[in-house]
């Protein structure tokens, strides 16, 4: 079992809804190349992605609609190593009627390390078919459609 320390905070932004968590670099995480696994920062944007989710929206919201992936595109502009302690924020950069396109940035040292931009569809959670995204979640996020 891998355990990773995160602290989730709110702050005041000019971002639309930003949101932050704190990872700290373990063994578990580390390569054969003695720096952090490319698919940890696969695993930290899922993550932080999920719990901006649920840190915003309802339990009603969450039961109603599901998040996917369509695309992953993570720049790596530096390396992590073993005990680093990062900062990751995500916010949504736009949206169109059924998808959004989320940020997640990852800072060492408050250094950008990598960047990630990935696009999600919404789903109805009981006909798994894309669903548009209401007014409710626009105003929760701050989107503009």
């Not at 950069?93 to 990598?114: C, M, Q």
Request: aromatic residues 10%.
């Amino acid at each position: 079992m891998v355990l990773i320390d995160v602290i989730c905070i709110e702050i005041e932004s000019n971002m639309p809804q930003e949101y932050r968590m704190s990872i700290k670099v373990n063994k578990d995480m580390i390569d054969e190349n003695f720096h952090v696994n490319n698919i940890e920062y696969l695993k930290w944007v899922q993550k932080i992605a999920k719990e901006h989710w649920h840190y915003y929206s309802t339990e009603e919201l969450q039961k109603g609609f599901a998040w996917v992936v369509l695309d992953h595109h993570i720049q790596y502009k530096g390396q992590a190593f073993l005990d680093d302690e990062l900062s990751l924020v995500t916010y949504i950069e736009k949206s169109t009627a059924v998808t959004t396109t989320r940020i997640v940035e990852i800072y060492k040292e408050n250094k950008l390390i990598t960047k990630a931009r990935t696009t999600w569809c919404m789903l109805n959670s009981v006909t798994r078919k894309p669903a548009r995204i209401n007014n409710e979640i626009i105003s929760l996020f701050e989107l503009e459609v």
